[in-house]
């Protein structure tokens, strides 16, 4: 069964440096979404993006984040200067139309220091 | 969107059939009900999906009644590798929100 990639597995960097998160969703969906979820909370919807462009974000997708689709296959949430706070799983999500289930990555741990 | 409310947490032994109802007062015409599984460091895993009456797949069922307020996700004969966190979504938008789950503890 197809499925979702995300690299790294874990991420480790300083507080103030930029990440990029990758992620390959399935190759015939067209919406990509991107969750994080803080240790011990809920899943937390960041960004849905549709046909090469942002469709929703929520409070927390603020300037330091944003989405690339760089490639046609390579779906990518950037970090531009990590906080601590930005610690988390972050899971990338893909469906290939409207009211179809998400399917999963299997995240990538962000750790701040 | 639709909010849902669903209990905490829930426990139960091996062997019994569970049912977890979730709860989505203003759930709109478009909307479907999806259920998702979470074991601990993993993304949520997709269980189920309905619209209305009676789904049911190898692994749940899924009733929805006829005023599409509520939904009650069973799983037959729980097995320890049952616990885990479960998510109940209305799906329709681009703004797929998950709430905080019901925490299921399968005892032996």
């Known amino acids: 069964e197809p499925e979702v990639t995300q690299t790294p597995s874990h991420q480790v960097t300083q507080m103030g440096q930029e990440v990029i998160l990758r992620c390959v969703p399935i190759?015939?969906?067209?919406?990509f979404y991107w969750y994080r979820q803080i240790l011990g909370q809920k899943v937390e919807f960041l960004v849905s993006?549709?046909?090469?462009?942002?469709?929703?974000k929520s409070e927390i997708f603020d300037d330091q984040f944003s989405v690339e689709r760089p490639d046609g296959s390579n779906f990518t949430l950037k970090i531009r200067s990590t906080k601590l706070e930005d610690s988390a799983m972050y899971f990338c999500?893909?469906?290939?139309?409207?009211?179809?289930?998400?399917?999963f990555g299997n995240g990538t741990r962000l750790t701040v220091t | 969107l639709a909010k849902t409310t669903q209990p905490i947490s829930m426990d139960s032994y091996e062997g019994q059939e569970v049912n977890i109802t979730c709860s989505h007062n203003?759930?709109?015409?478009?909307?479907?009900i999806t259920w998702y599984q979470q074991f601990p460091s993993q993304g949520p895993r997709f269980i189920i999906q309905?619209?209305?009456t009676k789904v049911t797949n190898e692994v749940a069922s899924l009733f929805i009644p006829a005023d599409r307020k509520s939904s009650t996700l069973s799983l037959p004969r729980v097995s320890l590798s049952d616990t885990a966190v479960y998510y109940c979504?209305?799906?329709?938008?681009?703004?797929?929100?998950f709430g905080k789950g019901t925490r299921l503890h399968i005892l032996p």
């Open positions: 999500a893909s469906i290939s139309h409207w009211n179809s289930p998400l399917h």
């Open positions: 190759s015939n969906h067209l919406y």
């Open positions: 993006f549709y046909n090469n462009e942002i469709s929703e």
């Open positions: 203003n759930i709109a015409t478009n909307d479907y």
């Open positions: 309905g619209y209305k």
């Open positions: 979504l209305p799906t329709r938008d681009d703004k797929i929100i």
